[in-house]
């Protein structure tokens, strides 16, 4: 009869986990002179785990040792008998079959916990854009209060192509101080960045003038209203489509007083008549300064962005000629705000998928800056 046991766990500095169990059993069964004999005994089963890095990258704890050592025995034998038949009982069979039967339990636990780590290397499809992948980078940390792991995240596009990544870590000092009974998880702006650079494609967006209601009609006559020196030559009352297009990964910066993103755009202005093919107009390059606000739903970070400025907006080129591009500035930045701002969130509403480290929930996390805390 076997009594629930009563576990105290703690971590050992640079090595895993310690782990003392107090082991209470009753033996019952026919004793040699007749009648019943009942032994119940306590024990201390003490064992340390070594957690470290295996060949997939996984965190992996392995036992290193265990002992067994007894605490009381008592049993309904008549004290005369006690010395003699306990001794015997002691060195011939408990000293014996305890370790056996107890230490693989402790063994069999550490394996439940190994397979729950598994789960972290499996490939998260990003839609379809691509495929992430987390993964150790360096061996577990262990202190005194708590396990330290640093991860590593594979990007693959859609062709297979993996996406380059910095690994430079930050040092622990950088960090936010460690909270009490919480986990903390960490991203960086790089990993971030790299995310939104294999979904850029799906940011690209061709927008036409049903798409900026309550904007002036994006049509050619409103272009040579703002730029006089190209009206002569622009075709009168034409719609206008404006092809918006990201010509360079996306940068992200993360403070704790603020995150934003830097998106390096083209935007190329084509008049499309009815009765004619489209035909470029001109193409400008474009810097927007967008807000980052990050928020927890279906495990993943969600991540939605609002524009706050136009740092450049500049021609590349022309088939109208060289003109000055400025007057453009304020209707491309209401355009982007109403328009394009809302596509790329649209695109970014999978989300960024989480860590699945130990069936680790998410949903009730808080963020603060670059910190998500569970």
């Known amino acids: 009869d076997l009594r629930p046991p009563v576990i105290s766990l703690a971590l050992s500095p640079g090595s895993g986990l310690f782990m003392a169990v107090l082991v209470q059993m009753t033996i019952a069964g026919k004793s040699f002179i007749g009648g019943n004999m009942e032994i119940t005994l306590a024990a201390n089963l003490t064992a340390r785990s070594r957690l470290w890095q295996d060949a997939a990258d996984i965190p992996r704890f392995s036992l290193k040792n265990c002992h067994i050592a007894l605490i009381s025995v008592k049993t309904n034998l008549p004290s005369s008998m006690l010395p003699k038949v306990m001794s015997k009982f002691l060195d011939s069979t408990l000293q014996k079959v305890l370790p056996g039967l107890l230490c693989p339990a402790v063994d069999a636990m550490l394996n439940l916990v190994n397979a729950k780590f598994t789960t972290l290397t499996s490939e998260i499809p990003l839609g379809t854009a691509g495929i992430l992948q987390y993964a150790l980078l360096n061996p577990p940390m262990t202190s005194e209060t708590f396990i330290e792991l640093d991860l590593k995240t594979i990007l693959h596009q859609k062709e297979g192509k993996e996406v ?94 603020k995150s934003s993103v830097q998106l390096f755009s083209t935007a190329e202005f084509w008049v499309s008549p009815s009765d004619s093919a489209p035909k470029s107009l001109f193409v400008l390059d474009v810097h927007s300064n967008l807000e980052a606000q990050f928020a927890i739903a279906e495990e993943k970070l969600r991540l939605s962005l609002a524009l706050q400025s136009l740092s450049r907006v500049a021609l590349a080129s022309s088939s109208l000629g060289m003109f000055d591009e400025l007057p453009l500035k304020r209707v491309l930045a209401d355009i982007i705000h109403v328009a394009y701002v809302p596509s790329i969130n649209r695109a970014l509403h999978g989300g960024v998928p989480l860590p699945d480290l130990l069936d680790i929930t998410y949903q009730r996390a808080n963020i603060s800056g670059f910190e998500v805390g569970i």
């Open 164 to 257: 380059d990544l910095p690994m430079d870590q930050p040092s622990l000092a950088s960090l936010p101080p460690k909270r009490d009974a919480a986990t903390q998880l960490i991203l960086s702006a790089n990993f971030l960045s790299a995310e939104l650079s294999i979904l850029q494609a799906s940011f690209n967006l061709d927008i036409s003038n049903n798409m900026v209601l309550g904007l002036p009609p994006l049509v050619t006559t409103m272009l040579g209203t703002l730029i006089p020196e190209i009206s002569t030559v622009l075709p009168p009352s034409q719609p206008v489509v404006i092809e918006m297009r990201e010509a360079q990964a996306p940068v992200v910066t993360i403070t704790p007083d």
